[in-house]
Structures are given as C-alpha cells and as structure tokens.
T-cell receptor, first 117, second 113 residues
Framework: AQTVTQSQPEMSVQEAETVTLSCTYDTSESDYYLFWYKQPPSRQMILVIRQEAYKQQNATENRFSVNFQKAAKSFSLKISDSQLGDAAMYFC??????????????FGKGTKLSVKP | NAGVTQTPKFQVLKTGQSMTLQCAQDMNHEYMSWYRQDPGMGLRLIHYSVGAGITDQGEVPNGYNVSRSTTEDFPLRLLSAAPSQTSVYFCASLRTAGYPEAFFGQGTRLTVV
C-alpha cells in the first residue's frame, strides 16, 4: 500500500521569503500523480499544484513550484515570495493511475505553515 | 456551477444519535469518497464509491454506512454516534477522465457529546 509522509508538522516563514515543505512517499508503482493541497482556516481544500510521475519537468504555478525526485520518492513544495495569505495547512497527496480502491487520494498528515509579517 | 455540495456545515450530536451527512455533485463523476480529518492525522478515507450501486470501505469505515443510488449523491450515515467520531468530514468527487482531479465539499464539523 502507498503511504505519504510529511515530516514537518509546522513551519514558519517571514513574509516575502521562500519556504520549502517536504513530502516523501512510498509506492511500487511507476506511474502516479502527486498533489499539494492548501487548507486555509475556512477549511476549504484548494489544489495548489500537481505533478504526473512520468513527467521529468517539475510543475510550476506562479509562486509555487515543486521539486520532484522520482528515484528518491520525494515531492517538496517551494513557496516563493511568501504572502500572509499563504498561511494554511498544506497536504501532500498521492493518487494511483489505476482505478478501484487505488483510485483514491492518499494524504500526508499535513504541515501547518505560518507567515510572519 | 455548484461542484460538490456538502451539508450541514456544523452539527452537534449526542452519543448514540444517528445522522446523515449529505453530499451531491453535478459533474457526473463516477468516483466519490468520504474522508475524515483529525488533528495530526491528515485526511483518512472512510468509504468510497466507483459508481452508482458500488461502494467499498476505506481505512476507517467502522461506525459509518454509505450508499450510492445515483451518480450524483453519496450520503454518509453515522449509525450510533460516538465521541470518537468528533471530526471534520469531507466529501470528494474525483474526475477520472482526462487529468485526475478531486473536488471537495466545504466540510462538516461534527461534534459528538
């Protein structure tokens, strides 16, 4: 079974600085999807960025980028020019390309990010 | 453009009471799931469905029941609420055609006293 590990329960960053959130996962599959979700105090789950395992190129969405290391099974999220609105819980998630029971999202335990003005 | 509609937003139950959390999606997705979120535990899968009439258990199914009579609706039933079921619950609808993406309901904060 696949697992997702986020080893940093809490992180803090100064406004306008850069922060990296770590995520590692375990799988025997060669093709899969990885996601970062943001959960602000409103509880809403917001997709930040996604990565397909077969793509070598790291995904980027504005100030958010990932460092995808397939061999190391690592999927870290870098937030550049941090803003107060980035303060939230961040979840790393894995999804198999297969269907059935493997088609569900598997989440890490989350990293709570605070942004200092 | 509703997406996933989950109700209620908040609920307080007494131990032993039953209730149903409602979830509806208008995107014609076959995959739907229920998760619970507890502090320090992330989101854990309770039950899921891969289509109307088909449901299966996830990681933490005990004390919950689901059914999927239509593609749109996937209610979650608490049979006899216990304090251990105090949590935040999320319904999700998963797109499988094209790029896979999950769409979440707004969440339900349930307190069992």
């Amino acid at each position: 079974a696949q697992t997702v590990t986020q080893s940093q329960p809490e992180m803090s960053v100064q406004e306008a600085e850069t922060v990296t959130l770590s995520c590692t996962y375990d799988t025997s599959e060669s093709d899969y999807y990885l996601f970062w979700y943001k959960q602000p105090p409103s509880r809403q789950m917001i997709l930040v960025i996604r990565q397909e395992a077969y793509k070598q190129q790291n995904a980027t969405e504005n100030r958010f980028s990932v460092n995808f290391q397939k061999a190391a099974k690592s999927f870290s999220l870098k937030i550049s020019d941090s803003q107060l609105g980035d303060a939230a819980m961040y979840f790393c998630a894995y999804r198999s390309v297969n269907g059935g029971s493997q088609g569900n999202l598997i989440f890490g335990k989350g990293t709570k990010l605070s942004v200092k003005p | 453009n509703a997406g996933v509609t989950q109700t209620p937003k908040f609920q307080v139950l007494k131990t032993g009471q039953s209730m149903t959390l409602q979830c509806a999606q208008d995107m014609n997705h076959e995959y739907m799931s229920w998760y619970r979120q507890d502090p320090g535990m992330g989101l854990r899968l309770i039950h899921y469905s891969v289509g109307a009439g088909i449901t299966d258990q996830g990681e933490v199914p005990n004390g919950y029941n689901v059914s999927r009579s239509t593609t749109e609706d996937f209610p979650l039933r608490l049979l006899s609420a216990a304090p251990s079921q105090t949590s935040v619950y999320f319904c999700a609808s998963l797109r499988t055609a094209g790029y896979p993406e999950a769409f979440f309901g707004q969440g339900t904060r349930l307190t069992v006293v």
